[in-house]
C-alpha cells in the first residue's frame, strides 16, 4: 500500500468547478469514506486519482511522487463501481483474471500463477467454487464480490470503490459492508469508498471526509465526525436533525428574544445556529424556560411518534420524538428541551 497526498485540486467543467480546492492527505492502508449527497464531486476526485480525469489545477502525490504524470494503465488502481462492470460473456474465472491476462507479455504473471491468484481471491471474496459461472447466474451481491476481485487481482497500489453496494437491498449492503472490513484488514490496500449513505461511512471507514458542494466540510473518525461535527451541514448529513437560527446573550441561548433554558458556550455570543437531535430531547410541562412550537404534523417514526413544529416568530421547521402513546393534537402547542446539542456560530 502507498500514501495518497491530493494537494488543492481543482476540477472545473466548463466553468462551474466541481471541486474547489480540495486537500487530503491519506496513509498507506487507510481506509477512507468520501461522503456526501449527489453532485459533492465525489465521483470527480475518485476520476481524478484514478486518471481518467485531469484536474484544472492541483497535485494527486503517489507515496510523495507526482502521480498525475502517470499514464492510467501504469498506476495500477483497483477499481469498482455502483454498476458492476463485469464481462457477460466471460466467466467469474475470466472476469478475475482479466486485468492479469491483458498485461504485456513482460509483466504478465504465468498461466499457473494466474490461476492460483484467482482461485485465492475466489477463497477471500466466498465465492469458491463459482469460477465458471458467467455473471447473469449470480446474484447482485456475488457480481460486486467478483468485481471486488477484479479489482484486487492486479494487486493495486490503491482501491477506489465508488458506491459499490448502492445498487443493493439494505440487507445484502449490511453484509457486505462488513465483510469489505474484512478483506480490508486482511489485505490493507490504501482504499477510498464513496457513499452517500452516512452510517455505511461512519461504520466501515478509518476516516470519514465529509463533502459538500466541492468542498471537504469535515475529515474525522466516526467518533470525530458524530461527536464534534465542524459545521451544520455535517450535523444534519450524519444523522435527523433540527436546526434553529438563535442568538447567544449573556451566556444563555435565546430564540425570538427569550431564554429557551440552555446554556450559551462559554465566551460566545451573536448569531448562531442550535442543532439537536429530533429522538434527544425532553418534553417541558412545568411552564420553565424552553422552545415552544405548534404542532404542524405527526406521524408513527419507528418506535415513537415524530412531530413536526412550527417554532418561533418566523415559524422554522424542527421536529421532535414524543412516546408512541403520546399522541397530540395537530394545531396544539408543545414546549421542550433538548437534552443534547450544538451551537454553531454563524
Ligand atoms: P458525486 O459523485 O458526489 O455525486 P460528481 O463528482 O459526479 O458528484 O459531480 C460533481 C459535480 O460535477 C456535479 O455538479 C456534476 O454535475 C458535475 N460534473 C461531473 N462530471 C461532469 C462532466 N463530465 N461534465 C460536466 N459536469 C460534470
Ligand atoms: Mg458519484
Same mark, same amino acid.
Given at each position: 500500500p502507498i500514501d495518497v497526498s491530493i494537494e488543492n485540486v481543482v476540477k472545473a467543467f466548463d466553468d462551474t468547478p466541481a471541486l474547489h480546492g480540495v486537500s487530503l492527505d491519506v496513509k498507506a492502508g487507510e481506509l477512507v469514506a468520501l461522503l456526501g449527497p449527489s453532485g459533492s464531486g465525489k465521483t470527480t476526485l475518485l476520476r481524478i486519482l484514478a486518471g481518467l480525469d485531469a484536474p484544472t489545477s492541483g497535485r494527486v502525490l503517489f507515496d510523495g511522487s507526482d502521480a498525475l504524470g502517470l499514464p492510467v494503465q501504469d498506476r495500477n488502481i483497483g477499481f469498482v463501481f455502483q454498476h458492476y462492470a463485469l464481462f457477460r460473456h466471460m466467466t467469474v474465472f475470466d472476469n478475475i483474471a482479466f486485468g492479469l491476462t491483458v /498485461? !504485456? /507479455?513482460a509483466s504478465r504473471p504465468p498461466k499457473a500463477e494466474i490461476r492460483k491468484r484467482v482461485l485465492h481471491l475466489l477463497d477471500l471474496v466466498q465465492l469458491g467454487g463459482l469460477e465458471k459461472r458467467y455473471p447473469a447466474q449470480l446474484s447482485g451481491g456475488q457480481r460486486q464480490r467478483v468485481a471486488l476481485a477484479r479489482a484486487l487481482a492486479i494487486e493495486p497500489r490503491v482501491l477506489l470503490l465508488d458506491e !459499490?453496494? *448502492?445498487a443493493l437491498d439494505a440487507q445484502v449492503r449490511k453484509d457486505l459492508r462488513r465483510w469489505l472490513r474484512e478483506i480490508h484488514d486482511r489485505t490493507g490496500h490504501t482504499t477510498f469508498f464513496v457513499t452517500h449513505d452516512q452510517e455505511e461511512a461512519l461504520e $466501515?471507514?478509518?476516516r470519514v471526509v465529509v463533502m459538500?458542494? *466541492?468542498r471537504i466540510e469535515q475529515v474525522g473518525t466516526a467518533d470525530e465526525i458524530y =461527536?464534534? !461535527?465542524a459545521s451544520p451541514f455535517v450535523f444534519s448529513f450524519i444523522g435527523e436533525s433540527s436546526l434553529l437560527p438563535v442568538t447567544l446573550v449573556d451566556g444563555q441561548i435565546q430564540l425570538d428574544g427569550r431564554p429557551? *433554558? $440552555? &446554556?450559551? !458556550?462559554? *465566551?460566545q455570543s451573536g448569531t448562531a445556529t442550535l442543532g439537536f437531535r429530533p429522538? =434527544?430531547?425532553a418534553i417541558v410541562q412545568d411552564g420553565g424556560p424552553a422552545i415552544s412550537g405548534q404542532i404542524i404534523a405527526e406521524r408513527r417514526h419507528g418506535a415513537r411518534r415524530r412531530l413536526e413544529l412550527h417554532v418561533g416568530a418566523e415559524a422554522? /421547521? &424542527?421536529e421532535i420524538d414524543v412516546p408512541a402513546d403520546q399522541g397530540r393534537q395537530i394545531g396544539s402547542q408543545v414546549a421542550f428541551r433538548p437534552n443534547h446539542w450544538r451551537i454553531f456560530p454563524a
Open positions: /498485461r !504485456p /507479455r !459499490p453496494f *448502492g $466501515l471507514a478509518d459538500s458542494k *466541492g =461527536d464534534q !461535527p429557551v *433554558g $440552555l &446554556a450559551a !458556550p462559554q *465566551g429522538h =434527544d430531547i422554522h /421547521r &424542527a
